[in-house]
């Protein structure tokens, strides 16, 4: 079977599941309880969606400039037409994968905004609070070092287990040296950088944070299966 992980990333997955942020249950029903809007300024409508968890009954609420409801109606996103994710640009609360509440906080935080930033297209803040993510990063895993591409190394060598290849890709982000994060001399990045930056540090954040704690989690439901079956049947060890 193919890999279907990145769905436990999505928010919206069909126009009947979700990964719902509450109750972290991932493909339960949801149904789109209320759609209301506002006017952004004069030239832009914005859209106000509800939704409603239909296992532990919590809402959480979305914004988006589209109206991403079918033309007849109904409960639920049209799929049909839209990538439902892409279309929605805040939302409370933020989605599944950012939410985990094993990656340390503030670079959740940061990460959230810059992908607020990034749907709304403002560029400038996007590479803000990317810049301030790998630092803060950096910061958090105590990696020490003369200057940026030497602590990229450092944290490179320090999580062998991860693609090396998440690494490279910061160590080589143009313009990004430790010294210019808070100056303000430094240049917005255009957008596939954003994205790509924003994509790889949540694949760094999630195998350093979420992935480990998971492994352990699996670890320990099969000792305590092993054990139970060697209580339940001392003597058939043949095999
Ligand atoms: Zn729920």
């Not at 969606?49 to 914004?63: A, D, F, N, P, R």
């Not at 037409?81 to 340390?104: A, C, G, L, M, Q």
């Not at 430094?186 to 760094?204: M, Q, Y």
């Not at 352990?216 to 058939?236: M, S």
Request: aromatic share 12%; with cysteine.
């Amino acid at each position: 079977m193919d890999d279907q992980s990145f769905l436990d990333r999505k928010y919206f997955i069909d126009s009947s599941v979700y990964n719902c942020p509450f109750c972290n249950r991932r493909n339960v029903r949801y149904s789109l309880t209320s759609t209301n809007y506002f006017d952004w300024n004069n030239r832009r409508r914005c859209y106000v969606y509800l939704v409603q968890c239909t296992s532990c009954e919590k809402k959480s609420m979305h914004l988006s400039f589209s109206m991403l409801r079918p033309d007849a109606g109904g409960m639920w996103f049209d799929f049909e037409k839209y990538e439902v994710d892409n279309e929605i640009f805040y939302s409370v609360p933020t989605s599944f994968f950012i939410v985990d509440s094993r990656i340390p906080r503030t670079l959740r935080e940061l990460i959230t905004e810059s992908e607020g930033c990034l749907k709304m297209n403002y560029l400038t803040g996007a590479s803000a609070c990317m810049r301030k993510a790998i630092y803060e990063l950096l910061v958090n895993e105590k990696v020490e070092g003369p200057d940026y591409q030497t602590r990229i190394k450092t944290l490179k060598q320090k999580y062998e287990s991860i693609d090396p290849g998440y690494f490279d890709v910061l160590a080589h982000i143009q313009d990004m040296t430790s010294d210019k994060i808070h100056e303000q001399s430094w240049d917005k990045w255009d957008s596939p950088t954003l994205v790509l930056i924003n994509e790889t540090l949540k694949s760094i954040f999630y195998e350093m944070y979420v992935l480990p704690i998971k492994k352990k989690e699996r670890r320990l439901a099969i000792e305590k299966l092993r054990h139970a079956v060697k209580q339940e049947k001392p003597k058939e060890q043949e095999n």
